[in-house]
């Protein structure tokens, strides 16, 4: 009961304000609401999902600076996104920088690299995810130390020893 007056628990049914405080009556149901705690098996509203004891907003969730999502996640543009090395894949993107490969956020160009791995076709060089030497560039600076692009394709720079793959010097 809250100020004397009885309202239905999480999990009961309910009519709009018939929940106690922090619930609120999503489809006929009592349910915590986003932020409000979610400990002893209490479940949450639509969209959300219980996070350390405390109701957030889901994997590919709508968010804001007030809404927190998930661990694991980050709100960007609005969206709750995998972090790098996060699972991803249907309504989940991966946070800026990232590609969701095989289910998982990797790096693509200029993405911080090392402990999260490039994606396909890309290299980590000097902690950061770069056009693997052979693969196609826009500039000089998409590829790796010691190459350069030439004709839309990373290769070895004049002088470098062209024995990576095959890779082609300039």
């Given at each position: 009961c809250t100020s004397n007056v009885c309202k239905a628990g999480n999990g009961t049914s309910c009519a709009a304000g018939d929940c106690t405080t922090g619930q609120v009556c999503d489809a006929g149901t009592c349910h915590s609401a986003l932020g409000s705690s979610?400990?002893?098996?209490?479940?949450?509203?639509?969209?959300?999902t219980c996070d350390a004891d405390v109701c957030k907003v889901s994997p590919g969730g709508t968010c804001d600076v007030n809404t927190p999502c998930t661990s694991g996640h980050t709100c960007e543009s609005g969206e709750c996104k995998a972090n790098p090395g996060g699972?991803?894949?249907?309504?989940?993107?991966c946070t800026s920088g990232f590609l969701c490969e095989g289910g998982s956020c990797r790096g693509g160009q200029d993405a911080a690299c090392g402990a999260v791995s490039c994606a396909s076709g890309f290299s980590c060089d000097g902690g950061q995810c770069k056009v693997a030497p052979g693969?196609?560039?826009?500039?000089?600076?998409?590829?790796?130390?010691?190459?350069?692009?030439d004709g839309g394709h990373c290769l070895v720079e004049a002088g470098g020893t062209c024995t990576v793959g095959g890779v082609a010097c300039v």
């Amino acid at each position: 009961c809250t100020s004397n007056v009885c309202k239905a628990g999480n999990g009961t049914s309910c009519a709009a304000g018939d929940c106690t405080t922090g619930q609120v009556c999503d489809a006929g149901t009592c349910h915590s609401a986003l932020g409000s705690s979610c400990a002893n098996g209490a479940v949450c509203t639509s969209g959300t999902t219980c996070d350390a004891d405390v109701c957030k907003v889901s994997p590919g969730g709508t968010c804001d600076v007030n809404t927190p999502c998930t661990s694991g996640h980050t709100c960007e543009s609005g969206e709750c996104k995998a972090n790098p090395g996060g699972t991803c894949g249907g309504v989940v993107d991966c946070t800026s920088g990232f590609l969701c490969e095989g289910g998982s956020c990797r790096g693509g160009q200029d993405a911080a690299c090392g402990a999260v791995s490039c994606a396909s076709g890309f290299s980590c060089d000097g902690g950061q995810c770069k056009v693997a030497p052979g693969g196609t560039c826009d500039g000089a600076a998409d590829c790796g130390d010691g190459y350069t692009c030439d004709g839309g394709h990373c290769l070895v720079e004049a002088g470098g020893t062209c024995t990576v793959g095959g890779v082609a010097c300039v």
